[in-house]
């Protein structure tokens, strides 16, 4: 069966069916999924049961992988984990606990990683245990907010910079680093308009972690920031969850954020891994 690419909205994510990625792939096979990832940013692959081996192996078709450092409870592994579930006792953590409140910057619209040196490429996530209601994740094309700029303004965005600073998205969740912890993340800067380097598409890096514009007015940054945000928004797509579901989404082309659950009652896990864009054209 050949692999098929199902648009779920005119020109932004797609559900990819007939291809088992819980497998080695093969060159074509690869070659048919970075195409379809450069022309929808999101894909989505029901039903692919990834454990920890097949995972990596699979993102890895897509370049090396970053290392999570952050305070994410999976730190020194190759995976980031969305989670209520203790990562030791698989027990579910109190709502009050700190590790919980550090996942509510999930719930703002972001994109992995901005807030590093070096820019992811891709994430994949893969559901492990999903609780039956709620618990969906939205995505929303940057792509789309940057197509729809007039001239004028597209103009004026051309050399922009953006300051990403990890600490200011965790702290519009009234979430607060120690200082150790803020230490290996200070901020940084990345050009604001992105190209795809194989579609020659641009799309606009924002989100939670992009602070401000480097050397515009504090109000016409968050203007602007604000403005592309909500035209990201009116291109979303809302995936609603099932266990051994899979999704891949461009980093530099769409935002994401997560959606409530009842986390006292229910049990969810996702498992993340994110593909660095170092060996990538367009690199930061
Ligand atoms: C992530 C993320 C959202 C979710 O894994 O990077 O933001 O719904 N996940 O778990
Ligand atoms: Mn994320």
Redesign the pocket.
Known sequence: MAMMVTPLTPDFCAEITGIDITLPLDEAEFTAIRAAFDRWSVLIFPEQPLDDASQIAFSENFGPLEPTRSVNPAAGTPF?R?SNLDIETGAVIPADDRRMAY?KA??LW?S?STFKAVLSLC?V?SAREVPPVG????FASTRAAYEGLDEPVRARLKAAVVEHDFSHSRALVGFEFTAQEAAPFPAVRHRLVRVNANSGRKSVLIGAHAKLIVGWKAEESRDMLDDLLARAQQHAYSHE?RQGDVVIWDNQAAL????PYDSVRHR?L?Q?T?ISSRNEADAP
Not at 256 to 259: G, L, P, Q
């Open positions: 980031a969305q996942q999930n719930m972001h992995d994430s996530l618990g969906a994740t939205q969850w994401h954020r997560a959606t969810r996702m993340r994110t």
